[in-house]
């Protein structure tokens, strides 16, 4: 079951422009992650933020997190080239006593044009 | 230098055949799993590990198999069972502790398709 769903699907943005990405989820989370992907490759964690935090910030990045409303933003600053790549969120979703799952959106497909 | 090493990086199969992709991780984690991507979608669970010798199925672990002898590795086996196996395979680890849900660091994957 997909738990997290990102906005929008793709996103195309000139060199040095702000991206901004969105994740919805469904049911209450432990935490809430983000994670790059360029093509061909695999998965690379980049930040993780836990239920009783708003924000958290790591170099150019910057993910809010809104319990309330079930989402979380990760925002990119001053974009380069190399941020070309999918962005997805994770959560631990319906996480029972003996759960440790992660579970995927779909991702966001980022395009920095030089 | 730590990491997960997956291999092949190409894998083809024929009709009726198993195949085992292989991964090999040197981070000392004890959790591990796989997960199979189609283009444009999210990762979906195959198969995880918390602990040498035990593992859980995924969402999706119809057709697939695991073994977990070694915490070092944790191969998959796709059998002929799955009708639908051309994907990218992706291999991940993490620290299996009181915390849940630690940050998981992947290989490279396996793209395998049918001959």
């Known amino acids: 079951s997909q738990q997290g769903e990102e906005d929008p699907q793709a996103l195309s943005i000139q060199e040095g422009e702000n991206a901004t990405m969105n994740c919805s989820y469904k049911t209450s989370i432990n935490n809430l992650q983000w994670y790059r992907q360029n093509s061909g490759r695999g998965l690379v964690h980049l930040i993780l933020?836990?239920?009783?935090?708003r924000e958290k910030h790591s170099g150019r990045l910057r993910v809010t997190l809104d319990t309330s409303k079930k989402s979380s933003s990760l925002l990119i600053t001053a974009s380069r080239a190399a941020d070309t790549a999918s962005y997805f969120c994770?959560?631990?979703?319906?996480?029972?006593?003996?759960?440790?799952?992660?579970?995927f959106g779909k991702g966001t497909k980022l395009s920095v044009i030089p | 230098d730590g990491g997960i090493t997956q291999s092949p990086k190409y894998l083809f199969r024929k009709e009726g055949q198993n195949v085992t992709l292989s991964c090999e991780q040197n981070l000392n984690h004890d959790a591990m799993y796989w997960y199979r991507q189609d283009p444009g979608q999210g990762l979906r669970l195959i198969y995880y590990?918390?602990?040498?010798?035990?593992?859980q199925k995924g969402d999706i672990a119809e057709g697939y198999s695991v073994s977990r002898e070694k915490k070092e590795s944790f191969p998959l086996t796709v059998t002929s069972a799955q009708k639908n196996p051309t994907a990218f395979y992706l291999c991940?680890?993490?620290?299996?502790?009181?915390?849940?849900?630690?940050?998981?660091?992947f290989g490279d994957g396996t793209r395998l398709s049918i001959l």
């Open positions: 590990s918390q602990i040498v010798n035990d593992f």
């Open positions: 994770a959560t631990d979703g319906d996480s029972g006593a003996g759960s440790y799952q992660l579970t």
């Open positions: 933020i836990r239920s009783n935090e």
């Open positions: 991940a680890s993490s620290i299996f502790g009181l915390i849940k849900n630690q940050p998981q660091h």
